[in-house]
């Protein structure tokens, strides 16, 4: 089965700083790759969809590329409500597997 | 508007039977796949597996498969995850999701949290 990895496992960043985070599929998945945002007791969110495709009602701050094994969220400037943990999924045939998140915190 | 309701929180003992429920509405129910997602407390989230309602076709996780059976009724938009006899280490929160295709967006339930405990 493909393995999904996401790097960091944390990071802290300032508000309005620009945010990086990579995830990486062991096989090409084309472009079958979802983001999700989670907030501590929440339901995960969907951000993006087929790697680069914004789920409607997502701030435009949010932004994915890359294709085939190498993916990345950004987010350009930082905000307090941003907070969470982030996860990829890779849904181009099962098992859909989640990447292990990576937590976000304000410094 | 899509819309996944999920069954409410269960409070079980080890070596009970269980199963839970997600009802689909807003879209065409047998025309998607569902999957079923476990949080453990603290833990990230894993893909247990997912249905397509229009064939029951069912694909799982090797990590659950044999653990848990996953079902649906077309008739009543509902989608199933059950257990046979579950353990302490099945508490978790259970969450139903319609997956993101390349064309359309996801959705997911509120989510159902088991708890056993003897």
């Known amino acids: 089965d493909i393995q999904m990895t996401q790097s960091p496992s944390s990071l802290s960043a300032s508000v309005g700083d620009r945010v990086t985070i990579t995830c990486r599929a062991s096989?090409?998945?084309?472009?079958?790759l979802a983001w999700y945002q989670q907030k501590p007791g929440k339901v995960p969110k969907l951000l993006i969809y087929a790697a680069s495709t914004l789920q409607s009602g997502v701030p435009s701050r949010f932004s994915g590329s890359g294709s085939g094994t190498d993916f990345t969220l950004t987010i350009s400037s930082l905000q307090p409500e941003d907070v969470a943990t982030y996860y990829c999924q890779k849904y181009n045939s099962a098992p859909f597997t989640f990447g292990p998140g990576t937590k976000v915190d304000i410094k | 508007e899509v819309q996944l309701v999920q069954s409410g929180a269960e409070v079980k003992k080890p070596g009970e039977s269980l199963k839970i429920s997600c009802k689909g509405s807003g879209y065409s129910f047998t025309s998607y796949w569902i999957g079923w997602v476990r949080q453990m407390p603290g833990k990230g989230l894993e893909w247990m597996g997912i249905?397509?309602?229009?064939?029951?076709?069912?694909r799982y996780s090797p990590s659950f498969q044999g653990q848990v059976t996953i079902s649906a009724d077309k008739s009543i938009s509902t989608a199933y995850l059950q257990w046979s006899s579950l353990k302490a280490s099945d508490t978790a929160m259970y969450y139903c999701a319609r997956h993101p295709t390349i064309t359309q967006g996801g959705y997911w339930g509120q989510g159902t949290l088991v708890t056993v405990s003897s």
């Open positions: 249905i397509y309602p229009g064939d029951s076709d069912t």
């Open positions: 096989q090409g998945i084309s472009n079958y």
